[in-house]
């Protein structure tokens, strides 16, 4: 038994998630995101303990999050299908230092600048950050989903194991 279908039939839109601490910058492709908050607004995101993203947002004060749209399949690669641990993907795209120095993605004018506000772990494979939005840019667009994204294999793959590598950090503990 699986969500897969459920998944599928749902096909959300996916975001890539960005963060910065203390000069290394980092982000991956995320499906697991909704509003989560109206009064105060408030938007939380999952991301995987597996990820290079995971140990930068969870040591970083503010992240972004940028709505991917139709025409961004090669930002769904980069972030979805590398990983920090082994390169800089921000070499390979167009970025800029936003509020906060958390990296922009200048493609993407969909966009929130949030604070971290709350950090959950449940001990499953995934951390819920709960954001609360500082700056809010956005317009009508077609998102690129779930099924727009067949055959991106994720940088790190479900049931991978942990591993260290020479770009990771030290484990500071997030507030
Ligand atoms: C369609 C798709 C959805 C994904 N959803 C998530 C997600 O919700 N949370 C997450 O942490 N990783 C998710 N990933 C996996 C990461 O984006 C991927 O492993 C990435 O390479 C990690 O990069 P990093 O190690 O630089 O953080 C998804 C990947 C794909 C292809």
């Known amino acids: 038994m699986g969500f897969g279908p459920i998944a599928e039939s749902l096909n959300a839109g996916l975001i890539v998630l960005t ?3 203390r000069g290394e910058r980092s982000g991956c492709l995320v499906g697991f995101h909704t509003q989560c908050s109206i009064d105060p607004p408030r938007y939380a995101v999952w991301l995987s303990k597996l990820n290079h993203t995971y140990r930068v947002a969870a040591v970083a004060d503010h992240v972004a999050i940028h709505f991917l ?3 961004d399949r090669d ?3 980069l972030f979805g299908g590398t990983t920090g641990d ?3 993907k921000f070499e390979d795209v ?3 230092e936003g509020p906060h120095g958390v ?3 200048s493609r993407c004018q969909t966009r929130v600048v949030a604070r971290r506000a709350s950090y959950i772990d449940d ?3 995934h951390v819920c950050m709960v954001c609360e939005p500082l700056e809010i840019e956005s317009q009508l667009f077609e998102p690129f989903r779930l099924l727009d ?3 991106i294999e994720p940088g790190h793959p479900e049931g991978e194991q942990r591993r260290v590598s020479g770009r990771d950090r030290p484990d500071d503990r997030p507030q």
Do not use: M
């Open 149 to 151: 994204a067949v055959g």
């Open 123 to 125: 001990g499953s494979d």
């Open 75 to 77: 930002l769904a690669e």
């Open 69 to 71: 749209g139709r025409h």
């Open 94 to 96: 167009d970025w800029v």
């Open 103 to 105: 990296p922009l993605l």
């Open 19 to 21: 963060a910065a601490y």
């Open 86 to 88: 082994t390169r800089d």
